[in-house]
């Protein structure tokens, strides 16, 4: 069939299915995407001839920045369990390499996502073409090549018959719960809009089987003694638990062996919180009662989880525990010296109890602080009730993702998607974008700070393009107050964290910038209210879900009154330093850090 390279490759994704228990799925549910002259005339043709609208197996959607667009399509397969993604196409240079950011967070958050950058001519018979990088040590490096450390794939293709065999490879990096990330397939300009005669065999319909590997017998064996020895085991729950659709198998192991569950970010809602077993969240940001039963439990039962410096406390957490891992990632088993289980979540867990053994402690679970006032927490706690059971609550960066993982009342598996892995400021908006296209029926409640907003509001205007109705929480405290906090603690005075003008001093400790957000946020096309304090923000929230289109409720909350962390970070310390606070917050630092040790 004679086709262009970008004709091709759309075709091909159009007939790939990925299957799971049985379920077949589209893996590729559309093409987002932004044109230039590096992928107008090749895949942009290509969707055109198409059809490219919605109901063709592959719609097109135009996205107002490329490191959204990767945001979108990690929202939509988060949500989907990493089933399914979007592919997103740029142009040549800074199109491709606004991925870069994007890229790092699919792969550092194991979410798989398609990447089809433009590259500059393979023929190079014009070259330096508009935007090359021009490297005077080699001509085969372009800017796409930023992409290399951020993708698990990653190839150029610089021949039409290089093709096919990427596009396998491609497709099965997506599809292994091990391996998937950010796939990276970079295509010359030139390459594109090449004919060449495919077969026929290449667009035949292909499922791709998303594995659940079981636990080998041996070491299966070496967990449950591990299990018989242990009086003080405490789970930790990550995003795996979630991924695998393992949470009702979670809770009956917890219930029968009397195992209390801790969660990460990634892994919160894989309890209800108000399961016996569920301790809430754990580490920097967890709970009083989670981070106690770490420091006192014999054992260390990780399942899905990759270990961050949050949910250990950089290290410092889990006392004298030994670590099982149950990860289908043997890198993530292997952690901290753990014995290692390498498997699906799921299988692991129906098989992993040993005869006869229960665990030889008893927990209390967190209590729910009382809240006054129109604090930050506040606006958390009337949110978290409007989100209610079918609701889902999306946040990413600043000061929200602790007090949301400390305190959020998590009804279910996907009604919690914080994104902090990466914990890009400029997520929330577009990866709500992917949950709400992923979950259509759900009311999808986007957090954002007014720093997130400043750097990545623009796809409220995709939204309201396609739409797709989003309720956007803007949250406003004139700047930074999570690093605004972190930086008084280690000695930084505040510097650079508050959005005030240049003022008399020299500094930036002027006046608070006039700046509107709410205004900005009409002027995008959203439906906006103002809300000044609980009872308004409550009927705020109402009509926003009574509403059909994105509506973005504009708060400033009372400053300050945030609750202290129960287990430490690591943040270094200026060692030699002239003000007095950075010399008191090293002394502190270096106490702090003789509790972190290595696990092994
Ligand atoms: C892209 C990016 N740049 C910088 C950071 C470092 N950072 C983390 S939180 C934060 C401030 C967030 O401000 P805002 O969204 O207003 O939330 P607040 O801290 O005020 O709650 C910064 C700069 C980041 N996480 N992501
Ligand atoms: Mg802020």
């Known amino acids: ?315 410092t957490l889990f006392g004298q525990a030994r670590f099982l891992n149950v990860n289908v990632a043997a890198f993530d088993a292997a952690k901290h010296a753990g014995t290692m289980l390498v498997a699906d979540a799921r299988e692991a867990l129906r098989v992993l109890g040993p005869d006869g053994w229960r665990a030889g402690w008893t927990f209390e679970r967190p209590e729910r602080a009382v809240l006054e006032g129109f604090t930050q927490a506040v606006v958390l706690d009337a949110v978290n009730d409007a989100v209610g059971e079918d609701g889902v609550v999306v946040n990413a960066a600043g000061s929200m993702p602790g007090d949301l993982h400390r305190a959020w009342r998590a009804a279910g598996p996907h009604s919690y998607h914080v994104e902090y892995g990466y914990s890009c400021m400029g997520y929330e908006i577009a990866g709500g974008l992917g949950v709400k296209l992923a979950a259509p029926e759900r009311e999808v409640f986007v957090l954002v700070g007014d720093g997130s907003y400043l750097m990545m509001a623009q796809e409220i205007a995709t939204a309201v393009q396609e739409g797709v109705k989003l309720i956007v929480v803007l949250v406003d405290n004139h700047g930074f107050a999570s690093i605004g906090g972190l930086s008084e603690a280690v000695g930084a005075r505040r510097l650079g964290t508050a959005y005030r003008a240049r003022g008399a001093s020299g500094g930036l400790d002027g006046e608070l910038l006039p700046v509107d957000l709410a205004a900005n946020a009409a002027s995008l096309g959203a439906d906006v209210l103002r809300a000044g304090d609980r009872a308004e923000l409550v009927s705020a929230l109402v009509k926003a879900r009574e509403a059909m289109r994105t509506t973005v409720v504009y708060v400033r909350p009372e400053t300050g009154s945030g609750v202290g962390a129960s287990a430490w970070w690591d943040v270094p310390v200026a060692e030699v330093a002239e003000n007095p606070e950075a010399r008191e917050a090293r002394v502190r630092y270096e106490e702090a850090k003789r509790e972190q040790r290595i696990y092994l």
Not at 163 to 172: E, H, N, T, V
Not at 184 to 213: G, I, N, S, Y
Not at 238 to 254: D, K, M, P, Q, R
């Open 1 to 315: 069939m004679r086709l262009t390279v970008a004709q091709a490759l759309l075709r091909f994704l159009a007939n790939q299915w990925s299957e799971r228990d049985g379920v077949e799925r589209r893996l590729i549910s559309g093409v987002f995407g932004i044109f230039g002259h590096g992928n107008v005339a090749g895949i942009g043709q290509a969707l055109a001839e198409r059809g490219a609208g919605i109901g063709d197996a592959l719609p097109y959607y135009l996205a107002r920045n490329e490191q959204a667009m990767v945001h979108t399509a990690v929202g939509y397969a988060r949500t989907l369990d990493r089933l399914s993604t979007f592919a997103c196409t740029t142009s040549i240079g800074p199109g491709a390499t606004n991925l870069v950011t994007g890229a790092a967070l699919a792969t550092i958050n194991r979410i798989p996502v398609l990447l089809l950058p433009g590259d500059v001519f393979a023929t190079r018979v014009a070259n330096p073409v508009l935007q090359e990088l021009e490297d005077p040590r080699s001509f085969d490096v372009s800017v796409n090549d930023a992409l290399r450390p951020v993708s698990r794939f990653f190839d150029r293709i610089n021949r039409p018959e290089q093709l096919p065999s990427a596009l396998l490879a491609a497709m099965r990096v997506l599809t292994d719960p091990a391996e998937t990330g950010a796939v990276t397939l970079a295509l010359p300009q030139d390459v594109q809009a090449e004919a060449w005669d495919w077969p026929e065999e290449l667009f035949a319909r292909r499922v791709w089987h998303v594995a659940r590997p079981v636990p080998e017998p041996a070491a299966l064996e070496r967990a449950r003694t591990l299990l018989r020895s242990s009086r003080r085991p405490l789970i930790v729950a990550g995003g795996g638990v979630i991924y695998s659709g393992a949470c009702a198998e979670l809770a009956e192991f917890a219930e029968e062996y009397g195992v209390p569950v801790a969660e990460t970010q990634a892994g919160k809602g894989s309890l209800r919180h108000d399961h016996p077993c569920n301790v809430g969240a754990i580490g920097h940001t967890g709970t009083a009662v989670a981070n106690a039963l770490a420091r006192k439990a014999d054992l260390v039962i990780g399942i899905g989880t990759r270990y961050s410096d949050f949910t250990t406390a950089s290290r």
